[in-house]
């Protein structure tokens, strides 16, 4: 059974920095790209960032370009997000989101989900 | 950035209904265009991919049609468990984005 299992979410103030983990078992993780998808509450769904299985291709959404960073570590079947220099509107569910397919680089779609953590940018 | 607009944002209907939700894109999008399904307080579910590709285990009333800038998500025959909150997806390219979602409630 795929379970992704994110981890790290926390109430921070605007400008501090975060780091997101998602802990992954039941696929072989280093064959597949790996995204994260973020949902504001009450809002739709946001792609955030993705990543292919050997970290040679990554993409950003332009909102958080420059600021977070994913990556992964396939010796410990994990995906992170390095989110610096926060903002009120990076406040949202974070969902650690495996792709089934892609059509080149990280562009695809998704298959399975975490279940997600919260994260909230207030003073 | 491709721009996905979802229509209604709101739809009522009644068990049994033939439900029709429309996705359309900013700029051609070839057939890559995949749907999910959300229900209150759970991750999104994959339901179609390349716009017509129905993902294992998900219900033949389910249905996906179009190519280019408009797409189509219907459910032949609504059932109680069906109702729920639908976004459409493209992957065509960067940044990946999705439509603002459609909220299917009892009417």
């Known amino acids: 059974e795929v379970q992704l299992v994110e981890s790290g979410g926390a109430l921070v103030q605007p400008g501090r920095s975060l780091r997101l983990s998602c802990a992954a078992s039941?696929?072989?993780?280093?064959?597949?790209?790996m995204h994260w998808v973020r949902q504001a509450p009450g809002k739709g769904l946001e792609w955030v960032s993705g990543?292919?299985?050997?970290?040679?291709?990554?993409g950003y959404a332009d909102s958080v370009k420059g600021r977070f960073t994913i990556s992964r570590d396939n010796a410990k079947n994990c995906l992170y997000l390095q989110m610096n220099s926060l903002r009120e509107e990076d406040t949202a569910l974070y969902y650690c989101?495996?792709?089934?397919?892609?059509?080149?680089?990280?562009?695809?779609?998704?298959?399975?989900w975490g279940q997600g953590t919260l994260v909230t940018v207030s003073s | 950035d491709i721009q996905m607009t979802q229509s209604p944002s709101t739809l009522s209907a009644s068990v049994g209904d033939r439900v029709t939700i429309t996705c359309r894109a900013s700029?051609?999008?070839?057939?890559?265009l995949a749907w999910y399904q959300q229900k209150p307080g759970k991750a999104p579910n994959l339901l179609i991919y390349?716009?017509?590709s129905l993902e294992n285990g998900v219900p033949s009333r389910f249905s996906g049609s179009g190519s280019g800038t408009e797409f189509t998500l219907t459910i032949s025959s609504l059932q109680s468990d069906d109702f729920a909150t639908y976004y459409c997806?493209?992957?065509?390219?960067?940044?990946?984005?999705f439509g603002g979602g459609t909220k299917v409630e009892i009417k």
């Open positions: 989101v495996k792709a089934l397919l892609v059509v080149r680089e990280v562009i695809g779609f998704f298959d399975y």
């Open positions: 039941g696929f072989t993780f280093h064959n597949y790209v």
């Open positions: 990543i292919s299985w050997n970290s040679g291709s990554i």
């Open positions: 700029q051609s999008i070839s057939s890559y």
């Open positions: 390349k716009t017509s």
């Open positions: 997806q493209q992957y065509n390219s960067y940044s990946l984005t």
